[in-house]
């Protein structure tokens, strides 16, 4: 059975780091992709970045390139996120996802979810 579970989340002041982690059982990242989505009440899910083996590192947002870097340890199964310079615009809770192949931006092809982890960022 394929699990993950996401934490590192936090309340932060805006121009603040936070490092979220993913932590993967019953999946080997050699063959998956691993994404990072968030969602902001009110809004739709939404993805941000995406790391594979097939396709590298994908930004699916604009606003956090050059802040946000995803990337893995194989070897330990698991994911990160670094978030760097954080705004008030980035508060949400965030999610790690999986499926196998390919990154897609469209949260309905992942099959397997962490439970979330809060990201407050305040001004």
């Known amino acids: 059975e394929v699990q993950l579970a996401d934490s590192g989340g936090g309340s932060v002041q805006a121009g603040g780091s936070l490092r979220l982690s993913c932590a993967a059982s019953?999946?080997?990242?050699?063959?998956?992709?691993i994404a990072w989505f968030r969602q902001a009440p009110g809004k739709e899910r939404e993805a941000v970045l995406c790391i594979s083996p097939r396709a590298g590192r994908i930004t699916y947002i604009n606003s956090v390139k050059g802040r946000f870097t995803i990337s893995s340890d194989n070897a330990k199964n698991m994911a990160y996120l670094q978030m760097n310079n954080l705004t008030p615009e980035d508060t949400a809770v965030y999610y790690c996802?999986?499926?196998?192949?390919?990154?897609?931006?469209?949260?309905?092809?992942?099959?397997?979810w962490g439970q979330g982890t809060q990201v407050t960022v305040s001004s």
């Open positions: 996802a999986t499926r196998s192949g390919y990154c897609n931006p469209a949260y309905y092809y992942y099959h397997t």
């Open positions: 019953g999946v080997t990242f050699d063959d998956y992709a």
